[in-house]
């Protein structure tokens, strides 16, 4: 099994930073991509950025490019989200996932989310 537990949440003004984290344990071996999704209410869930865990290959959702940096540590086991520029449209409740394994066994991690409110 794998948990994901986030951090970093809040309430932030427009044009502020936020960092997240996210604390990865369990079996995480084999891990194919990290990344983190929001969801903002009455929304479904849509993807921010994606990070490849062999390549290093990113990919951001077009609303957060420029704005928002994904990494990760050698050992794969956190996954940090930085937001900068904020604005009231990022208002969402974040979450991490985790893909690890291959052929059937491949599947989807997800943390419990961490709330993001961008309010003056």
């Known amino acids: 099994q794998v948990q994901l537990v986030e951090s970093g949440g809040g309430l932030v003004q427009p044009g502020g930073s936020l960092r997240l984290s996210c604390a990865a344990s369990?079996?995480?071996?084999?891990?194919?991509?990290m990344g983190w999704y929001r969801q903002a209410p009455g929304k479904q869930r849509e993807l921010v950025a994606i990070i490849t865990a062999s390549t290093g290959e990113i990919h951001f959702d077009d609303s957060v490019k420029g704005r928002f940096t994904i990494s990760t540590n050698n050992a794969k086991n956190t996954v940090f989200l930085q937001m900068g520029s904020l604005k009231p449209e990022d208002t969402a409740v974040y979450y991490c996932n985790y893909n690890i394994g291959t052929g059937w066994s491949r599947r989807d991690y997800w943390g419990q989310g961490t709330q993001v409110t961008v309010s003056s």
């Open positions: 369990g079996s995480i071996f084999g891990v194919n991509v």
